[in-house]
Every structure is written in C-alpha cells, then in structure tokens.
C-alpha cells in the first residue's frame, strides 16, 4: 500500500516555463512534507518543505503548495532550468519526532533548453 | 570529507555470497538512516539509529539484513547469503536529531546480485 503516489514518473518542460510535480499522500496521519531533488548516481538532497498548519511554502524559484482536504501537494518551480533536470522524489512523516520518511517513486523532470 | 560518506560504491556478488555496506555520517550527526531504492521504486526505509536508542528496525525485509552502529559514527548493513531481489541501491543518510526533516543523504551503494 502505497501512502505516497507520485502518478507522473516523467514530465517535460521548455527552459523558462514552469514545472508542476504533483504528489497525493493517503495517511491523514502526515502532518509534515519535504521535496528531495537527485541527480544520477548522487544521493537526494532536500529541496523544500512544509508543515500542514501551512498552505504555502517559497523558497526563490520553489514553491511548494499544501491542499490538506485533498491530501495532494505539488511543487512548483518557476522558471524552469535546464538544471533543474533530476527526479524530484516527494517524502511525508507524521509527528513531531518522528524519524521515518515515507517517499514517493519520484518524478524524472527533463528540462529542455 | 563533510558529507555522508558510504562505501563502497558499487558491489557485484553472487547469490548467496554475504555483503556489507559502510556508511560514514556527517560528524556530530546522532540520527543515521538506512534506506534503498530498487529499480523504480522510491526509497524505502530500512533502519534508523539515534544516539544510544535501541534501533528501529521495523523496515528491514528479512532477517537476511542486519544493521549495527558503532561508537554512535560508522554503521555497517550486512546483508547475508543475498538474493537477486536485494539487488538496489542502499543509501545512508544523518541528520542532526532524531525528528524528520533534512536528511543529508550520501551517494548511495548499488548492490548488484547476479
């Protein structure tokens, strides 16, 4: 049983446009959730995150957005880079304390100059 | 080196052969996490030390995986008489304590089991 799905496993976008990467999360439990970015043969590395008592979370060209009713968050970036190109893995975890991350399959975005 | 270091990097064995995996945590990190990735799937959780706590070991597959940490730095996963199913990539990650949030992730060990 899946807790987190990440339905697009690749996506495509032109340099300059923006990139929508969408995540849906079925334990209402998950109270806090993070992007991780990776590169071929590099581990992930933490991107962004955000807690449920938020809806909205920026950071420069990232933003992630939280629809809590429809347990689905998705991550924005904007504009796209030719840098950006890596799987974007979405991760959630409940609790203040908890330490097991729960993550998606990822989504392979290819940016195209 | 300042990052999570783990070795090594790439180990091709034959089934039923025993392996270990090594991971070096970022220095002064007390959390270390085990977590691997087969072939498109994301990453799933393993094992978690943290300081001196009993681990948790509720995402190890079977028996097979074994996981120790000594002096609260260096953690070894032993994985015996290996499967092809363990064939992944194990990757290692620290964090400064024990709740979620930015695990610094080294670059992974791709385990292949012919």
């Known amino acids: 049983d899946q807790q987190v799905k990440q339905n697009s496993p690749s996506l495509s976008v032109q340099e300059g446009r923006i990139s929508i990467l969408n995540c849906d999360y079925t334990?209402?439990?998950?109270?806090?959730f993070l992007w991780y970015k990776k590169y071929p043969a590099e581990g992930p590395t933490f991107l962004i995150s955000i807690s449920s008592i938020k809806d909205k979370n920026e950071d420069g060209r990232f933003t992630v957005f939280l629809n809590k009713s429809a347990k689905h968050l998705s991550l924005h970036i904007v504009p796209s880079q030719p840098g950006d190109s890596a799987v974007y893995f979405c991760?959630?975890?409940?609790?203040?304390?908890?330490?097991?991350?729960?993550f998606g399959k990822g989504t392979k975005l290819s940016v195209i100059p | 080196g300042a990052g999570v270091s783990q070795s090594p990097s790439n180990k091709v064995t034959e089934k039923g052969k025993d392996v270990e995996l090594r991971c070096d945590p970022i220095?002064?990190?007390?959390?270390l996490y085990w977590y691997r990735q087969s072939l498109g799937q994301g990453l799933e959780f393993l094992i978690y030390f943290q300081g001196n706590s009993a681990p948790d070991k509720s995402g190890l597959p079977s028996d097979r995986f074994s996981a120790e940490r000594t002096g609260g730095s260096v953690s070894t996963l032993t994985i015996q008489r290996t499967q092809q199913e363990d064939s992944a990539v194990y990757l290692c990650?620290?964090?400064?304590?024990?709740?979620?949030?930015?695990?610094?992730f080294g670059e992974g060990s791709r385990l292949t089991v012919l």
């Open positions: 990650a620290s964090s400064l304590g024990g709740s979620t949030g930015e695990l610094f």
């Open positions: 220095s002064g990190h007390t959390a």
């Open positions: 334990n209402s439990m998950f109270d806090y």
């Open positions: 991760a959630a975890y409940s609790g203040a304390g908890s330490y097991q991350l729960t």
